[in-house]
């Protein structure tokens, strides 16, 4: 199982914490829970059984934090490897030809370092892809303006499998999609395809092509919590407090 998750940025948002320097997938957010924010994601990854993991960066400072973390122990001990991208949306990673190499012939989840995600919520992701043959993503809601066009939201309809099968733009909203996803590894070419041909690819722009095609599922997470800002801060410590009990330590 192969994973990769983007934990590059200053972490400006939650400044507070980090400075606006480190990215928030390396902050330590108090003295309870003193490890990078990364590593309490990284265990739950374990536990759904993913053994490689690859880490995108921005900078080789960022590497070294997190080697450091290593070292002290506070990261399971996976297969870890690093890439650094400095482009502005995450999806142009893929232009790098040694991304694309370590994929090789595999399916891959794709998440984010500033997320709190549960082992369930990845092995139901990995279920649902091997049940449906797509690739399978979280069904969550937003308020986001990147799910409105003309005052009208994007609204996805299921089937009894929770494939999506169609989507259209309503006056009322239904569900939004959010990584974590577990990409099949035949969505690699619509990736590569779309920034190719996008001067500003979007992750939206995927999934409707995915949809289009019949390839993307839903689930139910059990539990995704974003740190977008400093509000969100408290939700991701009481999540780590109820989910670290069963890694047997603090």
């Not at 900078?59 to 991208?85: A, H, M, R």
């Not at 099949?184 to 992750?203: F, G, M, V, Y």
């Amino acid at each position: 199982m192969k994973a990769i998750i983007f934990a590059g940025g200053k972490g400006t948002r939650i400044h507070e914490i980090t400075g606006s320097v480190v990215p928030k997938s390396l902050a330590r957010l108090n003295a309870e829970f003193p490890r990078i924010l990364i590593s309490y994601q990284l265990y739950e990854l374990e536990k759904a059984g993913f053994k490689k993991v690859l880490i995108v960066f921005q900078e080789d400072w960022q590497v070294q934090i997190f080697l450091q973390s290593y070292k002290l122990g506070e990261v399971p001990k996976l297969e870890y490897t690093f890439f650094n991208s400095k482009h502005s949306h995450v999806l142009c990673a893929f232009k790098n030809v040694e991304l694309i190499r370590w994929i090789d012939g595999s399916d891959f989840l794709v998440t984010y370092g500033d997320v709190f995600c549960d082992a369930e919520t990845f092995r139901s992701l990995i279920n649902l892809s091997k049940k449906n043959n797509t690739t399978a993503i979280c069904r969550m809601f937003s308020k986001s303006e990147r799910w409105q066009f003309n005052n009208k939201f994007l609204s996805f309809m299921e089937d009894e499998d929770n494939r999506i099968i169609k989507y259209e733009f309503k006056s009322l909203g239904s569900f939004t999609i959010h990584a974590p996803v577990l990409f099949q590894n035949r969505a690699l070419d619509r990736i590569i395809k779309l920034i190719n041909n996008t001067q500003e690819p979007r992750s939206i722009s995927l999934y409707l092509d995915l949809i289009d095609n019949n390839e993307l599922s839903t689930i139910d997470n059990s539990c995704v919590q974003n740190m977008n800002t400093y509000e969100d801060v408290p939700k991701i410590l009481e999540l780590i407090r109820k989910y670290q009990q069963d890694e047997g330590s603090k």
